[in-house]
């Protein structure tokens, strides 16, 4: 069975400290990774899509990579706006899309 | 471009109801599919329409139907109500064809309440 795990749960960090949220999975025959931010109450956002290992893409201060097993989603010197739960999700053979419980960003001033 | 829109966008029902939730499509998608959400958890999938036919389902059980019509709208349709269908329910269109990977693009959901 596909499985989508998301480290960590939540994350604090200080406007401008970088780092990395981590999205393991197991699918089977991978169609697409997929990153998605998501602002309380609403629907997610898409960020990003990664089809192979060795993939990556950015997009501000984001930038997405992707491995055989896991993908991680950089953020370069946040700021408050950032703060979000930031979702990764794959999508394999049968057309069902599997999501991660997220993480949980808080950028503090 | 008009984005994905939801209705309602709040509901109240009670256990053993029956409830019709709608979602108009992004412009130009052919793709509709519709997720649950629970508090804390990440959306989970309980089917999708490709072009008015199902073309694929999560684990729900058969009281949640759906349907796709001809310009792509959709509904989500559950029956017998559970406590446990209190949720988020989210919708997402994207433009396929044969293959996959492609983009979701979510609606602003409906938050159903069952009582």
């Known amino acids: 069975e596909d499985q989508v795990t998301q480290s960590p749960e939540a994350l604090r960090l200080q406007e401008g400290e970088s780092s990395s949220l981590n999205c393991s999975y197991t699918?089977?025959?991978?169609?697409?990774l997929f990153w998605y931010r998501q602002d309380p109450g609403k629907g997610p956002e898409f960020l990003f899509t990664?089809?192979?290992a060795g993939e990556e893409k950015e997009k501000e201060r984001l930038k997405a990579t992707l491995t055989k097993k896991e993908s991680f989603l950089h953020i370069t010197a946040p700021k408050p706006e950032d703060s979000a739960t930031y979702l990764c999700a794959v999508q394999g053979l049968y057309n069902d899309m599997r999501f991660g419980a997220g993480t949980r960003l808080t950028v503090k001033p | 471009e008009t984005g994905v829109t939801q209705s309602p966008t709040h509901l109240i029902k009670t256990r053993g109801q029956q409830v019709t939730l709608r979602c108009s499509s992004q412009s130009g998608h052919n793709t509709v599919s519709w997720y649950q959400q629970a508090l804390g958890q990440g959306p989970q999938f309980i089917f999708q329409y490709y072009r008015e036919e199902e073309n694929g389902r999560g684990n729900f059980p058969p009281r949640f139907s759906g349907l796709q019509f001809p310009n792509y709208s959709s509904e989500l349709n559950v029956n017998a109500l559970e406590l446990d269908d209190s949720a988020l329910y989210l919708c997402?269109?994207?433009?396929?064809?044969?293959?996959?990977?492609?983009?979701?693009?979510f609606g602003p959901g409906t938050r159903l309440t069952v009582t």
């Open positions: 699918v089977s025959g991978l169609r697409g």
């Open positions: 990664l089809y192979s």
């Open positions: 997402a269109s994207s433009l396929s064809g044969v293959g996959g990977g492609y983009e979701q693009y």
